[in-house]
T-cell receptor, first 113, second 117 residues
Framework: AQSVSQHNHHVILSEAASLELGCNYSYGGTVNLFWYVQYPGQHLQLLLKYFSGDPLVKGIKGFEAEFIKSKFSFNLRKPSVQWSDTAEYFCAVNAPGGFKTIFGAGTRLFVKA | ETGVTQSPTHLIKTRGQQVTLRCSSQSGHNTVSWYQQALGQGPQFIFQYYREEENGRGNFPPRFSGLQFPNYSSELNVNALELDDSALYLC????????????????FGEGSRLTVL
């Protein structure tokens, strides 16, 4: 069965620090990969997505993620976080041609001003 | 562009009762999925509706059921509520693809928070 594992449940950083959130998935075939974000008081929304092509994908607000097929990983990065990046981040996987998206348990990021 | 809207935003029920949650999909989206998000966990797939029929289901018992209407809006019904049903219920719509499949790019509503006492 597909599963998604996020390495950190809680992360606390100071502004301008670099961010890397780990995500590994278990699925043997081709997958679509996502990072979703939920800012305080807001709905879950797409941060970035990978379907195919360049394994380094860029999303909104300066976030990027790298797909490493051999490691079944899709880690999220940002060189310099801002206080406004405080949110919960979810990694997710979907098998193309399917209907179910599997989410990780989420990582709560708190950025200190 | 109208986003996904859900109602009610909060509700409290007691064990054994039944609940109906409602969702209007984003304009142009014909596929609606429902997810359950328990506290401290990621969303878990309940089921998906396409063309008014359930075309995919997660590991949830039959007392979780749904409907989709011709305007693509949807309902989630839960019968015989249990304490563990307390959660945030999320509705998500997705862009039309062939045969009601989706790419995983989902557009979420703000959710309905259900508390079962």
């Amino acid at each position: 069965a597909q599963s998604v594992s996020q390495h950190n449940h809680h992360v606390i950083l100071s502004e301008a620090a670099s961010l890397e959130l780990g995500c590994n998935y278990s699925y043997g075939g081709t997958v679509n990969l996502f990072w979703y974000v939920q800012y305080p008081g807001q709905h879950l929304q797409l941060l970035l997505k990978y379907f195919s092509g360049d394994p380094l994908v860029k999303g909104i607000k300066g976030f990027e993620a790298e797909f490493i097929k051999s490691k079944f990983s899709f880690n999220l990065r940002k060189p310099s976080v801002q206080w406004s990046d405080t949110a919960e981040y979810f990694c997710a996987v979907n098998a193309p041609g399917g209907f179910k998206t599997i989410f990780g348990a989420g990582t709560r990021l708190f950025v200190k001003a | 562009e109208t986003g996904v809207t859900q109602s009610p935003t909060h509700l409290i029920k007691t064990r054994g009762q039944q609940v109906t949650l409602r969702c209007s999909s984003q304009s142009g989206h014909n596929t609606v999925s429902w997810y359950q998000q328990a506290l401290g966990q990621g969303p878990q797939f309940i089921f998906q509706y396409y063309r008014e029929e359930e075309n995919g289901r997660g590991n949830f018992p039959p007392r979780f059921s749904g409907l989709q209407f011709p305007n693509y809006s949807s309902e989630l019904n839960v019968n015989a509520l249990e304490l563990d049903d307390s959660a945030l219920y999320l509705c998500a719509s997705s862009l039309p693809t062939g045969q009601g499949l989706n790419t995983g790019e989902l557009f979420f509503g703000e959710g309905s928070r259900l508390t079962v006492l």
